[in-house]
């Protein structure tokens, strides 16, 4: 057990669900996030050594040699077509088993494991493997019940 929960004899294991699964509030919230299959894209920041999401405003993401213009908030950076990913539609949010994404490029794997970091589902499958991001904390998912 997690050193800040106490079985007590008799008591059940706490529910590790939270942990494991998102729930309905959280897929509803992802549901709003505003999306354009044809537009919303991936743009390395070098800044953050990240990824930001931005709008693709010209260009074709089919031809790796073309230039595309991307607006990330209220500026415009210039990338080439191989330098952009696409972004996967809401309904991925969260995604347990990231073989199901639509687009699997670094920034989908990325978002996807800091968003289930941020939800404390610190556990991601990855086809027949197990990708887990240490949260240094205790979680009370590994109990009797699991």
Same mark, same amino acid.
């Given at each position: 057990? #997690? ?6 004899? +008799?008591? $059940?294991? %706490?529910? #590790? @669900?939270?942990?494991?699964? #998102?729930? /309905? ?18 743009? $390395?920041? %070098?800044? @953050? ?21 991307? $607006?990330? +908030? ?14 996967? #539609? ?44 240490? %949260?240094?904390?205790?979680?009370? /998912? ?5």
């Amino acid at each position: 057990m #997690p050193g800040h929960i106490k079985l007590v004899k +008799g008591q $059940a294991d %706490p529910d #590790p @669900t939270e942990f494991l699964l #998102p729930s /309905i509030d959280m897929k509803r919230a992802d549901q709003q996030k505003p999306y354009d299959s044809k537009k919303s894209v991936w743009v $390395a920041d %070098p800044k @953050t050594g990240g990824y930001r999401e931005g709008l693709i405003e010209s260009g074709d993401l089919e031809d790796p040699a073309s230039k595309c213009v991307v $607006a990330v +908030g209220h500026e415009k950076f210039t990338h080439k077509a191989a330098e952009v990913g696409k972004v996967n #539609p809401p309904k991925f949010e969260k995604c347990e088993d990231m073989v199901n994404l639509t687009f699997l490029n670094d920034a989908s794997v990325f978002w996807n494991l800091k968003t289930r970091y941020q939800a404390k589902m610190i556990h991601t499958y990855s086809g027949l493997f197990v990708v887990v991001v240490n %949260p240094y904390k205790r979680y009370p /998912i590994y109990t009797h019940r699991v």
